[in-house]
């Protein structure tokens, strides 16, 4: 922190505008290797543990799709880059979310990626019924099954899905995952993807595969990532238990 602190904000931008264009050449690359078009994914930056100004300076560069992890820190971010930015800045809720937090996010995101259970997908629908457009929705999906770390199992996934979509309030647009701790994420990205074109035989509009983080994310669009969410490779390393 104290080096990162000491930078000027100058410093700063050049640093994140060299980073984010590591990623964007990554994701170029990782494009051209599967025979796929760069325009079909999406770069979400995220900011978590970092602050607003950041959020400010990848926008002018460019980024347009930020994701954060809690609440509380998201919305006093989002609501000072809306101050300082004129151009819109999408926010992506990605970490875990408690019923008494729904109310609260959806003031702020334009999608959220880790509905994994119905509770959670209904207190969300009662919370998005003000907006004027549905909210955005994935299915976090759980690759090893482990519910501390969240995501629901894949066999329960068709079942909340048909509970989202009843909802009009909600949009469910696909699914999102992180692989599993120290598995091999081509392994785990080949599962999401037989998941996610057995969810589509319903749910044809659930079109979105949020995966890949900044280690992984070539394994991610080799397996039909649409939507990659970058952390560390673009702000650089978080303190722990960021
Ligand atoms: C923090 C986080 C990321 C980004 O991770 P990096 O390894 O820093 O790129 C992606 N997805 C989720 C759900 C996260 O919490």
Redesign the pocket.
């Given at each position: 922190m104290s080096t990162r602190a000491a930078l000027t904000t100058e410093q700063r931008r050049a640093e994140l505008a060299a980073n984010l264009a590591r990623v964007r050449a990554r994701i170029v690359a990782a494009c051209g290797a599967a025979g796929r078009r760069r325009g079909e994914i999406t770069l979400i930056a995220?900011t978590?543990t970092f602050p607003a100004s950041d959020v400010i300076a990848l926008a002018a560069l460019g980024v347009r799709d930020v994701?954060e992890?809690r609440d509380q820190e998201a919305a006093v971010k989002a609501a000072e880059v809306a101050e300082a930015v004129q151009e819109d800045v999408r926010w992506h809720f990605?970490?875990r979310l408690q019923r008494n937090k729904c109310r609260s996010v959806v003031r702020y995101a334009a999608m959220v990626?880790s509905v994994d259970r119905a509770p959670v997908a209904d207190a969300l629908a009662a919370a998005a019924a003000g907006r004027p457009q549905p909210l955005d929705v994935l299915i976090q999906v759980s690759l090893d099954g482990d519910p501390k770390r969240g995501g629901m199992a894949i066999p329960g996934v068709a079942e909340l899905a048909d509970r989202i979509a009843q909802r009009p309030s909600l949009r469910l647009r696909g699914v999102m995952a992180?692989a599993p701790l120290g598995s091999d994420p081509d392994v785990a990205y080949q599962q999401l993807r037989q998941a996610v074109s057995k969810l589509r035989r319903d749910h044809p509009e659930a079109t979105v595969v949020s995966a890949g983080?900044?280690?992984d994310l070539e394994a991610a669009i080799r397996h039909g990532a649409t939507h990659v969410?970058?952390?560390?490779?673009l702000l650089g390393s978080?303190p722990p238990l960021g």
């Open positions: 995220v978590k994701g992890n990605v970490g990626h992180v983080m900044s280690g969410r970058v952390g560390s490779a978080r």
